[in-house]
């Protein structure tokens, strides 16, 4: 049942609905066997770590920071600090020692729990420079503890603080006492340019936004919710939240490379994701028909044009299908396109929230015709995720980002930002006086750095601020959008759009190796390493034919004149991407100084 209550008692009031029903779906870090918790055991666990908290010493509104991929501790430990008044800040399992220890630092964090080996080595190795920390609380029974770590405690030995419920008169004084005003989480930024920020998210903020999204978004008790995105992304945490407060059953997916596995093996009805997901699906599908027979592929892209028609043309414009076509795709849907949803994993699919990054037109159209609901939303970390999103019982457009919630008044200025004030909306940035007063308006109104339109209640984005482009001849270039249009194509697995005062637009592109390696022996073309695909004159060409088959709707000034293809791939470790896998395009464009100046060399 739906149950919007302050995040405190949310677990335990649902485990008085739905008692002994499954309701966490999880792997043990390195297992292989799905495992389940039920309410009443999710419960008394959360119960549990409270206790233990209040004996380990954390206090109101103290912050407590988390480094580990999605795991079923991540979510004890979130709903155990919030049913002692204390704030999470949830750490990127991929962060670096150096991100760690600004955060670390920033918020004075006492105490820090961690996943697996490599986040406990972080931690180990920047307690010293770490003033505030006293102990590290590891989740991973396997983790070894160095010798010389006195300040280091197993998860289950943490647990035991809290056995019996020594404390439990406390904790449910604290959770009387707690107030919407509380803050909940700290998220930090994953920062394109500069030190993180750590956005300040309240309780009431979530409450807002789960009556908000409650509304809007179809996902019921009946759904089987995976995920996918780490906890530490403001978008899986807040459709994690929005799942349990409906009663949804929670796939933990602990391991993002295992995601498609973890689809075949759970059968989950709804999953949250960034639009890369969408497209390396789509790549992979399209490849598979590249390979099929001349007949298979006419039926295969026949299918295609009806499912487009039935679902976009008609369904998403409000309109009632012809019976013909109707029935047409039902024939389809039940065979052809039930086949390849089985392929990902989806037997019962209900809805597909994706957000984070601009989407192809393609990718969306195809996601829809093989009857999948992908609901495109907008949202930013400081909006507490959801801003708009497609609702599938109002007409939505392929290239919008839906209808705004109703608890969210958006607003574009005059210069076309979109900007955003509501109960959902951040009152600022932690530690941050200097920034919180340029981030609003002088009427409060939330300055996002994306430029959009409202058209016929629809919200579209046009670029980010930031990150829009002026040529040297006075051209302005959105490079995500170039990006995501040419992304689609299965050779690239990586682009990075070169414009800003140069002359024309070029690009930096990671070619998709496993293909473009099986496409250079098919053409006996010889290679032993990476770099000999990249300098081969027949490849570029291949490369090149693709790209302007692709570019052909933009204008002159927008499309890519030259581009090279590097042999690594752009990394975190590197700095080249944020912990999200947005591109840092200051230090792309450091590290790849001597490839760009090349591009712009006169012939």
Sequence with gaps: MKMNCHLSVLVHEQAKQYGDREEIIYKDF???????????????????????????????????????????????????AWGVRAV?????????????????????????????????????????????????????????????????????????????????????????????????????????????????????QYYAALEANQKAVPVTEDDRVLNFLPFAHIFEKGWALLGMSVGARMIVNTYPQEVQQSMRETHPT???????????????VM??????????????????????????EYLSRGKRPPLMLHLEYEAINKTLFSIVRKELGLINPNIFPTAGAAISAHVEEFVHSI????????????????????????????????????????????????????????????????LNE?????????????????????????????????????????????????????????????ADQRKFVSALIIPEYRLLEEYARQKGIPFESREDLCANDKIHSMIWNRIETLQQQLAHYEQVKRFTLIAHHFSMENGELTNTLKLKRRVINENYKEEIDKMYEEN
């Design 438 to 498: 340029s981030t609003f308006t002088p009427d409060g109104y939330f300055r996002t750095g994306d430029c959009g339109y409202m058209k016929d209640g629809e919200l579209f984005l046009t670029e980010r601020i930031k990150d829009l482009f002026k040529t040297s001849n006075g051209k302005y270039i959105a490079p995500q959008m170039i990006e995501s249009l040419l992304l689609v194509d299965k050779y690239i697995d990586q682009i990075a759009i070169i």
């Design 88 to 204: 999470t800040i949830p750490f990127y399992a991929t962060s670096s020692e150096q991100q760690i220890q600004f955060m670390v630092n920033d918020a004075q964090v006492r105490f820090l729990f961690v996943g697996e080996q490599d986040q406990y080595d972080k931690a180990h190795r920047i307690f010293a420079l770490c003033p505030s920390l006293e102990r590290i609380i590891i989740f991973d029974k396997t983790v070894r503890i160095s010798s010389h770590d006195p300040n280091a405690l197993y998860f289950d030995d943490f647990l035991k603080l809290g056995e019996g419920l020594p404390r439990q008169s406390e904790v449910e004084a604290l959770q009387k006492a707690a107030t919407l005003d509380d803050l909940a989480n700290i998220l930090y930024t994953s920062g394109t340019t500069g030190d993180s920020k750590g956005v300040m998210l309240s309780h009431e």
């Design 371 to 434: 009857g999948l609901n992908m609901v495109t939303g907008y949202g930013l970390t400081e909006s507490l995720a959801t801003v708009s999103c497609d609702q599938l019982d109002k007409v939505y457009t392929i290239g919008s980002v839906g209808r705004p919630l109703d608890a969210v008044d958006v607003k574009i200025s005059d210069e076309g930002e979109v900007l955003l004030k509501g109960k959902t909306i951040t009152k600022g940035y932690y530690n941050r006086p200097d």
């Design 287 to 312: 490849e598979k028909i590249d390979n099929a027979s001349a007949l298979q592929r006419k039926i295969f892209h026949n299918a295609i044009a009806v499912g487009r028609k039935h679902n976009i």
């Design 270 to 284: 709804s999953m949250s994701s960034v639009p890369r997901f969408w497209e390396k699906v789509y790549a992979g």
């Design 30 to 80: 390195g297992g292989s066997e799905w495992k389940s918790l039920t309410w009443n055991q999710l419960s008394a666990t959360v119960k549990q770590v409270s206790n233990a908290m209040l004996n380990l010493g954390v206090k109101v509104q103290e912050n407590i920071g988390i480094f580990a991929n999605n795991c079923a501790q991540y979510l004890y430990c979130d709903f155990g």
